[in-house]
């Protein structure tokens, strides 16, 4: 399928080449995400009733796993608001060029750390304590909080979003899984960025702001590390970059090699897993063992979730490769066929992430009324009843994700695996196996 | 600064200002009573001011589970407070005094620890009752000394065939409340002449008496009341084996008895009512003692600043249905 370029269209182009447009969107996620903190910490400390909850961990988290990141890739980086206060400060500015001379220290991110290696640490951190997280709201508030400093303090420090491309604990699988959307942002022509002077799209201009994202467009490749914030778009005076609807999982037909985004990739497949054994699953003592963090039962249910990510899925996905050996190096193979686990993870996390909200989702509507548990009606919903919807179709719908999600991977491999130089089956055989376990956890 | 800057600064500051600022607003201006189960500091504040006619508007809410509210020695229905939801109850106190609230669900082991107080002040035109003397004050009864019956029936005696052997005897004696509330059941059991009457016909002839000193009314609200408290302990058959009795039992083993100086201090299984040696040993007195002191130490709670003195007595003649087999179904 060829490419359709979307900012063809002029309402389309005028939307994004105009600032104001996603900058009123920006502040008011700000203000959203503003208030959930404040709900977090005074708001009731009874999840199900807290906007902090039920709005992010429920109606956020929904819409990212379901909608945004399967269609849109990185479409909710290009409207988080968790880098704007940092990313201001650091140019002394909201909407005005920024000044020549640098406001802040503006180091450059360390080299060795410039993968998604911190990423993996932070998502895994969230992850172990994610029961008592996203049940919580006051840790919800400081969690969300910490994230708010934590990009803020990066930013006085570093140049450019430093927070969202090496830190963010869900920047990074967004980035993974974004190579599965059907929408990119390219350049139209490469002759064009090689001439251009002072490549403005990266070094910003009077237009816009150099790529905070720290990548050259001209050099884009993948979706991973383009956070869609339009700068370029703004800031290019040849016109050259577009945004495109292409065919999904256009970039896993050339895969990178990477081993912190083959990790990514078995952290995120594992994570599912587990997710769905401890929290939906009818294992009682297990959903205790997450939740009583700090104590041994917790650090057995700790070390045993790090032990399946980091050793357990690896170690089969390599015993299941090695035994094909070729010229390719062993690294390669194994970083390069873990591409499949792309999509197949993904579809993990929608058939996981189905089971919950729409257990919850009604949640929102009485939340929406009253978001801090203060007996507030504002939209007259407020007693709305909870109760499951689309129950019937769950079941059928978290089927079709996972059986969609292997016959998705199975193409994926294929084409990892001439690029690898090896046979498929292995890697087939593996997806296979895990979407029986994914099944007979979830259905 | 250039306008687009300026217009930028000033959404963002609108926009923080609304989404913080005005949450914070109202926050600060709603007072909540938060109920927690008590290992969790139970209510909070716990202690509410009030005036003498004037309504006084409380706001409720629940941190974790389901809790109830009410407020002892005073007419009032019990209202559920739920997770995250507010409840409004507004009460008007007629008379000044310290009134106990307390939870109405059996929200956890320490459940009957829920409690707060609302101090009303002010005078009302009626002058103050001075509070009656409980009876077993009255009587010096040591509330805490065994009280076990040395004679127990062979069978449940029936008020019924009691009533049809009462109309050869002379019991107008024991038929008066005084002597009713005074004695323990085997007391009156010793007491009936032997005469022609079995055993078990005396103790028909005492589960008669001691249902004619209450009403179907009076042993239908001791049954409601009895559900509503005293069955998460106890039982609902009153055989002492509610749900948290095997927790009262192992919280009494891991806490109680390790504190210095408490070693007697010891959490009890909850009495069994179905125990005939216990109850028949038991005068109403006794058990209305129990009830309006409770337990010291044992678990028992104090429900003194709670019920009426007719909401014990109804109460202590529902525990004896535990034992005599009543006319009628008690409702």
Request: with cysteine; net charge neutral; aromatic share 12%.
């Amino acid at each position: 399928m060829a490419r359709v370029e979307l900012t063809r269209f002029p309402l389309i182009k005028s939307a994004v080449k105009n600032r104001w447009p996603q900058l009123a969107v920006l502040i008011l996620m700000l203000a959203g995400y503003l208030f959930a903190i404040l709900a977090g910490l005074i708001g009731t400390p009874v999840g199900s009733h807290n906007f902090s909850i039920v709005f992010v961990w429920i109606a956020w988290w929904a819409t990212l796993i379901l909608v945004a990141v399967p269609f849109f890739g990185r479409g909710w980086c290009a409207v988080c608001p968790i880098p704007l206060p940092g990313e201001w400060l650091q140019r002394g500015a909201i909407v005005a060029p920024p000044d020549k001379k640098p406001k802040w220290l503006s180091l450059r991110w360390p080299r060795g750390l410039r993968n998604i290696w911190l990423q993996n640490i932070s998502f895994l951190l969230l992850a172990l304590f994610s029961s008592v997280l996203l049940t919580t709201p006051n840790i919800t508030g400081i969690v969300l909080a910490g994230m708010l400093f934590a990009a803020i303090g990066l930013s006085t420090v570093f140049e450019r979003r430093s927070f969202c491309r090496y830190l963010c604990p869900v920047g990074g699988f967004i980035g993974l899984y974004s190579q599965t959307a059907p929408i990119e942002l390219r350049i139209k022509d490469k002759q064009v960025c090689v001439k251009c002077e002072g490549k403005p799209c990266y070094n910003g201009s009077a237009d816009g702001y150099g790529c905070p994202w720290d990548v050259f467009p001209g050099g884009l490749a993948k979706n991973s590390y383009c956070g869609l914030c339009m700068e370029c778009i703004r800031t290019c005076p040849h016109d050259n970059i577009a945004i495109n609807l292409r065919p999904f999982s256009a970039d896993l037909a050339k895969p990178s090699a990477r081993m912190d985004e083959a990790f990514k990739a078995f952290i995120m497949l594992g994570s599912a897993m587990v997710y769905a054994g401890v929290l939906l699953g009818p294992w009682g003592a297990m959903k205790d063992a997450a939740y009583s963090v700090g104590t041994g039962a917790w650090f057995v249910y700790a070390a045993v979730f790090l032990a399946i990510i980091f050793v357990i899925m690896p170690s089969l996905f390599a015993l299941c490769i090695s035994r094909f050996e070729n010229l390719t190096s062993f690294k390669k193979r194994f970083a390069t066929l873990s591409t499949a686990l792309i999509p197949l993870g993904l579809m993990f996390w929608v058939a996981f992430s189905l089971s919950f909200v729409l257990t919850n989702a009604t949640y929102i509507f009485a939340t929406l009324s009253d978001p801090l548990g203060l007996g507030w009606n504002l939209f007259r919903t407020a007693e709305a009843a909870w109760q499951p919807m689309l129950t019937s179709v769950l079941a059928p719908g978290q089927t079709l994700a996972l059986v969609g999600g292997l016959i998705w991977s199975a193409r994926t491999a294929q084409k990892a695996a001439n690029e690898a130089k090896t046979p498929s089956i292995p890697v087939l055989v593996y997806c296979f196996i895990a979407t029986l376990v994914m099944l007979w956890l979830l259905v | 600064m250039k306008r687009s800057e300026l217009l930028s600064r000033v959404l963002i500051t609108v926009a923080i200002l609304g989404a913080v600022g005005m949450p914070l607003f109202f926050w600060m201006g709603t007072p909540l009573i938060h109920a927690q189960i008590a290992e969790d500091g139970g209510w909070s504040p716990d202690i509410i001011q009030a005036e003498v006619g004037q309504p006084l508007h409380l706001r409720l809410t629940s941190d974790d589970v389901i809790h109830g509210f009410a407020v002892g020695q005073m007419e009032m229905d019990a209202v559920d407070v739920e997770p995250g939801k507010v409840k409004d109850v507004t009460l008007t106190f007629d008379k000044p005094g310290i009134y106990t609230f307390f939870c109405t669900r059996w929200c956890g082991l320490n459940h009957w620890r829920m409690r707060g107080t609302i101090e009303v002040n002010g005078s009302n035109a009626d002058a103050e009752p001075v509070p009656a003397i409980p009876l077993y004050v009255t009587l010096n009864l040591d509330i805490d000394a065994p009280h076990e019956s040395s004679v127990t029936p062979s069978s449940q005696p029936s008020a019924a065939r009691g009533q049809q052997l009462a109309g050869d005897l002379s019991i107008t004696p024991f038929t008066d409340p005084g002597f009713y509330r005074a004695n323990a059941p085997y007391q009156l059991f010793e007491a009936l002449a032997p005469g022609n009457l079995s055993d078990p016909e005396r103790w028909d002839v005492v589960g008669f008496i001691w249902q004619s000193n209450t009403t179907p009314e009076a042993l239908a609200n001791g049954k409601r009341l009895y559900a509503q408290n005293c069955a998460a302990c106890h039982g609902e058959n009153g055989a002492g084996d509610g749900v948290f009795a095997d927790d009262l039992a192992r919280a009494g083993e891991s806490s109680m008895q390790n504190m210095t100086g408490a070693s007697g201090m010891t959490m009890k299984t909850p009495v069994d009512f179905t125990d005939p040696r216990q109850m028949l040993g038991a005068s109403p007195a006794l058990l209305q003692g129990k009830i309006l002191r409770g337990g010291m130490g044992t678990g028992m709670p104090m429900w003194g600043s709670i019920f009426t003195e007719e909401q014990i007595w109804d109460l202590v003649a529902y525990l004896y249905s535990f034992q005599f087999e009543y006319q009628g179904e008690v409702q």
